[in-house]
T-cell receptor
Framework: ETGVTQSPTHLIKTRGQQVTLRCSSQ?????VSWYQQALGQGPQFIFQ???????GRGNFPPRFSGLQFPNYSSELNVNALELDDSALYLC??????????FGPGTRLLVL | AQKITQTQPGMFVQEKEAVTLDCTYD???????LFWYKQPSSGEMIFLIY??????QNATEGRYSLNFQKARKSANLVISASQLGDSAMYFC?????????????FGKGTTLSVSS
């Protein structure tokens, strides 16, 4: 158990809709990162939040946005869903530069 | 150029045997970290082992060891005495530098199958 939880576990949406995925970080971890993992691929970095501010972003469009809250929880929001957004979404938390610990992921299917 | 290369799409090993999963990396940073994660079919990424670029000793964690060859830019994972529960996808990852905002860069993974 990593102490990182995600909800929901599975989600089905249609193209054009919006989705919010949630993550609860391990207590005390001030950094949360989100990754997208397409089938058969390694995870790709979406963005990272440190003390409620975004401080790193991968090659993802602005329709991918996020929030981090003081209670160590965070959200990933995706607007105008596309078929290619179907993937496993992983959040990971850490304290400063220490090891990242991942949650179980949310499987998103866009139809 | 890929930052992390895992050339073995799949590996097969029998129980109790040792297995080496290959990983090469590409970076111009002097300070970086190398990680191995295990991903069972359930999807969760499980941290296995970490090697810092300045660490002189190879990292070990129980049955896992990391064969770090800095000059060759390789960071192979060695699993000793394989168990059926080791069957999973294994990812090598790198964090470059130590600045805030640095993310993990993952390879494409290697599927390990352990048979009895």
């Amino acid at each position: 158990e990593t102490g990182v939880t995600q909800s929901p576990t599975h989600l089905i949406k249609t193209r054009g809709q919006q989705v919010t995925l949630r993550c609860s970080s391990q207590s005390g971890h001030n950094t949360v990162s989100w990754y997208q993992q397409a089938l058969g691929q390694g995870p790709q970095f979406i963005f990272q939040y440190y003390r409620e501010e975004e401080n790193g972003r991968g090659n993802f469009p602005p329709r991918f946005s996020g929030l981090q809250f003081p209670n160590y929880s965070s959200e990933l929001n995706v607007n105008a869903l596309e078929l290619d957004d179907s993937a496993l979404y992983l959040c990971a938390s850490r304290l400063d530069q220490e090891t990242q610990y991942f949650g179980p992921g949310t499987r998103l299917l866009v139809l | 150029a890929q930052k992390i290369t895992q050339t073995q799409p799949g590996m097969f090993v029998q129980e109790k045997e040792a297995v080496t999963l290959d990983c090469t990396y590409d970076t111009s940073d002097q300070s970086y970290g190398l990680f191995w994660y295990k991903q069972p079919s359930s999807g969760e990424m499980i941290f296995l082992i970490y090697q810092g670029s300045y660490d002189e000793q190879n990292a070990t964690e129980g049955r896992y060891s990391l064969n770090f060859q800095k000059a060759r830019k390789s960071a192979n994972l060695v699993i000793s005495a394989s168990q059926l529960g080791d069957s999973a996808m294994y990812f090598c990852a790198m964090r470059e530098g130590r600045q805030a905002g640095t993310a993990l860069i993952f390879g494409k993974g290697t599927t390990l199958s352990v048979s009895s």
